[in-house]
């Protein structure tokens, strides 16, 4: 017995470029080898529980959109018969996995002691679900940036009565995450920011921020939690000015806390633009440092400017991203969730359905652009010949001697260096045979 929400909705199957069904696969093949792995082992797609079956479709101007059986979501009930839709929904897309906050899940009640009786209850719940369909959960998290409490921050609040709900918060959702066996748990610090320096000791929010992702690692260890832990940068939105700014900062945050080899990033498309960077910059940043742990696969408007979590649509974007992760070895503990929302107006069920058909063939071009190039390997070709240079042995001594040393060679061997192109519209075209 279905509960009925996505009738006449088939499931979705993979049909091939030509088919004219708009519930159709034309790219997402989820057994067609890539590289010498099944399609759907190396994209790892995850459905985003907060944007599919909590949002409800308000923006600043306007309330509801979004009329569903399961609204309001304050009662056991409800929250159970959003637990049956969502999984419908996974059995008609086959999507292997989820993410959830403890706040989408279970209905919001009040004080801690309840929410943590019906969290424990919705997570047995969907235990079941996921034992009698093989879906599988990517990662678990905290939402400490909706309800009043967390305003001034969550682990970088002011009161120590925050940082202690935080700590109770994120150890009730990490033990759900271990007994659903997910493979990540995740960290976005919406609120791990400030709106004034007026009102903000920045350095001591830094250090208890720190402190409390130790405190995280060490209940990792302590409950043999064996996925990973994962934090989210993002530079503002809902903060003026957040402390995980971009993967670079995170890198260094991480190093300065002594946390480089316990937690990797989760980079979301999105945010990279808010940065001023590209998804792929952000991707290279994180796996130069082996800090890449998985991707949320979200777009912005480009033109707002505003944290906009639309499905991807635009392959040679994705397909970059993909070339650097595939490049990074692919995903290990990660995959790719759609932390992405239908606009206000998408009030059709099967509007659900089609975004993340949509997104998931994107993704699947941009994958298979991606393998072609790493197979045609041009690029590679194009980085070898550029930095061809050191692999003289005069160049790679030139490391491991001093200033003076070098200096003295310049002169001696009268080095007068002779500019090459980067060539940078010839890989453009390159990439351009691909995408
Ligand atoms: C918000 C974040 C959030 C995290 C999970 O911008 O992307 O959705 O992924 O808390
Ligand atoms: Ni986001
Ligand atoms: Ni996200």
Not at 107 to 134: C, H, V
Not at 194 to 210: A, I, K, Q, R, V
Not at 221 to 246: A, N
Not at 338 to 350: H, T, Y
Request: with cysteine; charged share 25%.
């Amino acid at each position: 017995m279905t509960s009925g929400f996505f009738e006449g909705i088939e499931k979705v199957r993979y049909e091939g470029v030509d088919s004219r069904n708009p519930l159709a696969f034309r790219h997402y093949d989820p057994d067609e080898m890539v590289l010498g792995k099944r399609m759907e082992d190396h994209l790892r797609f995850a459905v985003a529980w907060w944007h599919s079956f909590a949002w409800e479709g308000g923006d600043p101007f306007g309330g509801p959109t979004l009329v569903r059986p399961w609204h309001p979501q304050d009662d056991m009930g409800r929250a159970r018969m959003k637990a049956d839709v969502a999984f419908e929904m996974f059995e008609i897309l086959g999507q292997p996995y989820f993410c959830w906050h403890d706040a989408d899940i279970r209905p919001e009640q009040g004080s801690f002691a309840e929410n943590l009786r019906t969290l424990e209850e919705i997570t047995d719940y969907i235990g079941e679900k996921m034992q009698a369909s093989g879906t599988k959960l990517l990662w678990g998290t905290a939402n400490m940036f909706s309800h009043r409490c967390w305003m001034g921050g969550a682990s970088t609040n002011p009161d120590p009565d925050v940082f202690a709900f935080a700590a109770a918060t994120v150890k009730s959702c990490m033990d759900a995450t271990h007994k659903l066996g997910g493979e990540n748990y995740v960290l976005w610090g919406g609120r791990e920011g400030y709106e004034t320096l007026l009102n903000t000791d920045l350095g001591l929010e830094l250090d208890h921020m720190g402190r409390f992702l130790n405190m995280v690692v060490d209940y990792k260890h302590k409950i043999g939690f064996k996925g990973t832990i994962l934090v989210e940068p993002k530079p503002q939105e809902p903060s003026k000015h957040q402390y995980d700014y971009d993967a670079a900062t995170c890198i260094g945050f991480l190093r300065k806390y002594g946390l480089e080899d316990e937690v990797k990033l989760n980079l979301e498309q999105g945010h990279a633009i808010l940065a001023g960077h590209s998804f792929e910059h952000e991707i290279a940043v994180a796996a130069a440092e082996g800090m890449l742990g998985s991707i949320d696969m979200n777009r912005n408007d480009y033109q707002s400017g505003w944290d906009t979590d639309q499905f991807p649509n635009n392959v040679p974007e994705v397909a970059l991203a993909y070339y650097y992760i595939l490049k990074a070895g692919g995903f290990s503990t990660g995959g790719t969730n759609f932390d992405a929302k239908i606009r206000r107006q998408s009030i059709d069920p099967e509007d659900l359905v089609a975004a993340h058909v949509g997104g998931m063939d994107v993704c699947a071009r941009g994958l298979k652009a991606a393998a072609a190039m790493i197979e045609d390997g041009g690029l590679d070709a194009a980085l070898t010949d550029r930095y061809s240079g050191w692999d003289s042995p005069e160049a790679q001594s030139m490391l491991a001697s001093s200033l003076d040393e070098i200096a003295a060679r310049v002169l001696a061997e009268g080095i007068n260096p002779e500019p090459r192109s980067g060539r940078q519209e010839r890989l453009e075209n390159y990439v351009n045979r691909f995408v």
